[in-house]
């Protein structure tokens, strides 16, 4: 049992250089959320998806856009990378009709250093 | 938006009590979670508290909830060295789901 499986796990790009992060999950979870963690600062939600075809805005959304492909797979795209988006991300999965409010499951991280 | 805060360090001795501190300003949140997340890796659930209990425990783990105060804190007995990482507090936003609002991390040192 995977749970939640994010790609490439470190990547460097260079200022204006684009790339996606992957991430599939395979506990049949209605929602999926990216994170991305800064030291001192938490985890801070960039964008989320409640369910199949839909996505909206985080906290932090500006410099990404997000696709929910299908049920399984929510990918984050940064267009134009910036060395402020030098981050650790997390993909993180739910189902928030579970008890307990949906526990988040979280993916290993994708560490992106943006020069 | 939650603000959640958190100090960013503790150190106890391997044995001893530790207690980790979050204070939230949104009390609509339904849930109140502890994470826990080791070196390299993504986070994981430690336990939870539903906002209308002021205590839960679950074996070496206790936390209590003041909402009064709008405090939250996760007692951690007989801290062992596998105990050392960070501890991230977190509440459910309003309008409900699972967007999480998350304190910044208390990064726990278990000395011997």
């Known amino acids: 049992n995977a749970g939640v499986t994010q790609t490439p796990k470190f990547q460097v790009l260079k200022t204006g250089q684009s790339m996606t992060l992957q991430c599939a999950q395979d506990m049949n979870h209605n929602s999926m959320y990216w994170y991305r963690q800064d030291p001192g600062m938490g985890l801070r939600l960039i964008y989320y998806s409640a369910s199949e075809g839909t996505t909206d805005k985080g906290e932090v959304p500006n410099g990404y856009n997000v696709s929910r492909l299908n049920k399984r797979e929510f990918s984050l795209r940064l267009e134009s990378a910036a060395p402020s988006q030098t981050s650790v991300y997390f993909c993180?999965?739910?189902?928030?009709?579970?008890?307990?409010?949906?526990?988040?499951?979280f993916g290993e991280g994708s560490r992106l250093t943006v020069l | 938006g939650e603000d959640v805060e958190q100090s960013l360090f503790l150190s106890v001795r391997e044995g001893d009590s530790s207690v980790i501190n979050c204070t939230y300003t949104d009390s609509s949140s339904t849930y109140l979670y502890w994470y826990k997340q080791e070196p390299g890796a993504g986070l994981q659930l430690l336990t939870y508290?539903?906002?209308?209990?002021d205590m839960k425990q679950d074996q070496r783990l206790t936390v209590l909830l003041n909402k009064k105060d709008k405090h939250l804190s996760l007692r951690i007995a007989d801290t062992q060295t596998g105990d050392s990482a960070i501890y991230f507090c977190?509440?459910?936003?309003?309008?409900?789901?699972?967007?999480?609002?998350f304190g910044t991390g208390t990064q726990l040192k278990v000395e011997l």
């Open positions: 977190a509440g459910g936003g309003p309008g409900g789901g699972n967007k999480l609002t």
């Open positions: 993180a999965s739910s189902d928030p009709d579970r008890g307990q409010g949906g526990e988040l499951f």
């Open positions: 508290i539903f906002s209308n209990m």
